[in-house]
């Protein structure tokens, strides 16, 4: 008999984790989180900020779900500032900038 049942959940990151298994005695325990609220808000700030970068203050550029920084940052990625930029102008990257720019 197949079952399904939750774990965990993180309100903070969004993560949860599932339990399931399957008729045929399959387990599997699923990590997964919706990144769909992030990239919805991030949209919004990129329709409607100021595109330039003037000025000497520090400019919000990108908003990342929690589970994906953490991947990044044991990855070596958030660290090296070069490969960090080149992740965010990837085109699979791009939801998550909150402002038009190019980055190097």
């Not at 969004?14 to 325990?29: K, P």
């Not at 699923?30 to 409607?48: G, K, M, Q, Y």
């Not at 990257?93 to 038009?100: E, H, N, V, Y």
């Amino acid at each position: 008999m197949a079952m399904r049942a939750r774990l965990d959940y993180d309100p903070i990151s969004g993560m949860e984790t599932v339990f399931h298994t399957d008729n045929d005695g399959m387990i599997t325990i699923e990590e997964r989180f919706d990144a769909e609220p992030t990239i919805d808000v991030n949209r919004e700030l990129f329709n409607s900020r100021d595109r330039s970068f003037k000025g000497d203050m520090n400019h919000h550029i990108a908003s990342i779900p929690l589970p994906i920084y953490y991947d990044l940052n044991r990855k070596g990625i958030v660290q090296d500032r070069k490969a960090f930029m080149k992740w965010l102008m990837d085109s699979d990257s791009r939801a998550f900038l909150t402002k038009p720019a190019r980055l190097a």
